[in-house]
């Protein structure tokens, strides 16, 4: 496919909320899990844009149409004593991958963590996504095998928390 030189990023603003969760679920449909969004708009806009939001989003567009999105937050490293920028999620739509736009995402990501000056730009792949892991090969970024995502969630995280 032909490289888009037409592709701009922007924060995402409240109205962006019915996008950001087409794309929500269009990224759990990729990744095998279409039936574990449980969010709507009203919760994008009160967890996304309210005066104590701790995440934030951006969307990429070819010209005028939204073709992808990427939710982030600052996270703290306590070894370099400094903020890290964390990508929880990015996504580009199956008709516009391979024209270079998961890549201006993730410099403009870049380019975040450097003017908020972090230490650190992270995120997870699925172990299976052969083509993403390629790709953030190919920018130069390096696994971290050494590390194990521990979660708690739902019932035990409720069951925990109240023991």
Known sequence: MKAIDNISIRAAKPEDAATILHFITELAIYEKEPDAVKTDEQAIVNTLFSADATAHSIICFDGEQAIGFAV????????????????????????SRGK?????????LAKQALAKDCGRFEWVVLDW??????????????????WIIYRLTGQALV????S
Do not use: R
């Open 72 to 95: 982030y937050f600052y996270n703290y490293s306590t070894w370099l004593g400094k903020n890290g920028l964390y990508l929880e999620d990015l996504y580009v739509s199956h008709h």
């Open 100 to 108: 270079g736009a998961g890549k201006k995402i993730m410099q403009y």
């Open 129 to 146: 996504n052969k083509t993403a892991i390629d790709f953030y090969d190919s920018i130069g970024a390096t696994p971290q095998d050494e």
């Open 159 to 162: 069951d925990f928390a109240e």
